[in-house]
């Protein structure tokens, strides 16, 4: 599975962003996904996943309320819709696949640079 991660930028604080994930090599419509982040000198936190139908989400308490995670199967593609964005967001975000925990992952992909400016 190659997943290709895109949409990050630069934002001010309080803006959103919608973050894509494509998925190619082989359909992912059975597996949970998940986004994760690092920001510089940290280490790759979990930030959610989401189940393989699209029903069930959970995230890190730091992002709750303010990030969605969504996901098109037709289209082996998964979404971040990130609200309300803070400066501590700032982070190279990564998609993955076959995620069974926050820190159990099959499959990653390259990150997309999201910085939010204050």
């Known amino acids: 599975v190659q997943l290709q991660a895109s949409g990050g930028g630069l934002v001010q604080a309080g803006d959103s962003l919608k973050l894509s994930c494509a998925a190619s090599?082989?359909?992912?419509?059975?597996?949970?996904m998940g986004w994760f982040r690092q920001a510089p000198g940290k280490e790759r936190e979990f930030v959610g996943r989401?189940?393989?139908?699209?029903?069930?989400?959970d995230y890190a308490d730091s992002v709750k309320g303010r990030f969605i995670i969504s996901r098109d199967n037709a289209k082996n593609t998964v979404f971040l819709q990130m609200n309300s964005l803070k400066p501590e967001d700032t982070a190279v975000y990564y998609c993955?696949?076959?995620?069974?925990?926050?820190?159990?992952?099959?499959?990653w992909g390259q990150g997309t640079q999201v910085t939010v400016s204050s």
């Open positions: 989401i189940n393989w139908s699209g029903r069930s989400t």
């Open positions: 993955a696949a076959d995620v069974a925990g926050p820190n159990t992952v099959g499959y």
């Open positions: 090599g082989r359909a992912v419509s059975s597996y949970a």
